[in-house]
């Protein structure tokens, strides 16, 4: 079987196409295998190129656990080069199926070279029964939420895929590793949820870490970085226009006057094999 390696600022995946063949296979049995760091290719996600009906091209992504989350801000960088490339999809923009809904990218195209990636996420989803989050109250802003004996004050954003994003003065005194994977679970969230722990700059600067609903810590997550500069905008914190610096690199977000948030990033390529275990 083969595959390529892409990253978006370290956010990697491994790639199957899948266009133009049917197969039979289970790809959250097959994403757990694949994504391994120690047995397998390593990934944060297995993503899968597939044709569609109602786009130019599909994305599914399956997490390193076999959950599959309804979109990737990053993998859907990487995909919009991919097909681009492969002459899959030669349109720019593209439009792109995924499990939350069909989103529009526009390729910054030099010399018949990707260097960039602009994708249209949409409108941000603020309603509490649509993130979804138990919390009364909409948007549901700085809300009160316990875990692990310590209090913390909460916005909840969906991008298509349900964020708790939450301020901090200084990274240091958060317990990231232990304070994460419960959040991430808490009751509040029928459907789990990504964490963004962000700490604000500047009005146009802020740095986020991120614990990612069935993957743990990325070095970054688009999504989550598009859900934080509306977060900081509903907080009173930032500029709709921020750059976003991740453990992985930056990413460009600005949340427009057509409430659609646009994020501006990277896509790169690792390298491509062939997986031999049958």
């Known amino acids: 079987m083969e595959f390529v390696k892409m990253h978006g600022l370290g956010n990697d995946f491994v790639f199957l196409d899948h266009f133009s063949v049917v197969v039979?296979?289970?790809y959250s049995e097959l994403a757990r295998k694949l994504c391994h760091r120690q047995f397998g290719i390593g990934g944060d996600g297995l993503i899968v190129i597939l044709p569609?009906?109602?786009a130019d091209a599909r994305m599914r992504i399956i997490n390193s656990d076999g959950s599959e989350p309804e979109m990737c801000g990053n993998g859907i960088r990487c995909f919009a080069r991919y097909v681009y490339d492969q002459g899959i999809v030669k349109h720019n923009p593209m439009r792109v199926e995924t499990l939350a809904g069909v989103l529009t990218l526009k390729l910054n195209i030099q010399d018949d070279q990707v260097h960039g990636v602009q994708v249209d996420m949409g409108e941000p989803i603020l309603r509490a029964d649509l993130i979804p989050v138990l919390s009364h109250g909409e948007p549901v802003v700085g809300q009160s939420l316990e875990v692990l004996g310590e209090t913390f004050q909460y916005t909840a954003v969906s991008m298509g895929n349900p964020h708790c994003l939450i301020f901090v003065d200084d990274f240091s005194t958060?317990?990231?590793?232990?304070?994460?994977?419960?959040?991430?679970?808490?009751?509040?969230?029928p459907r789990k949820t990504n964490v963004e722990f962000i700490q604000i700059n500047s009005s146009k600067e802020m740095i986020?870490?991120?614990?990612?609903?069935?993957a743990g810590p990325t070095l970054a997550c688009g999504t989550g970085a598009c859900a934080s500069v509306v977060a900081a905008v509903l907080?009173?914190?930032t500029e709709r226009a921020v750059t976003v610096h991740l453990p992985g690199g930056d990413l460009f977000?600005?949340?427009?006057a057509d409430n659609h948030v646009y994020m501006t990033g990277p896509a790169t390529y690792v390298f491509k094999g062939e997986w031999l275990e049958r």
């Open 52 to 54: 569609s009906e109602v």
């Open 24 to 26: 039979d296979v289970d």
């Open 235 to 237: 907080n009173n914190k």
């Open 174 to 189: 958060l317990d990231f590793e232990r304070v994460g994977p419960a959040i991430e679970k808490h009751s509040l969230f």
């Open 208 to 214: 986020m870490k991120v614990w990612e609903r069935g």
């Open 253 to 256: 977000i600005e949340w427009g």
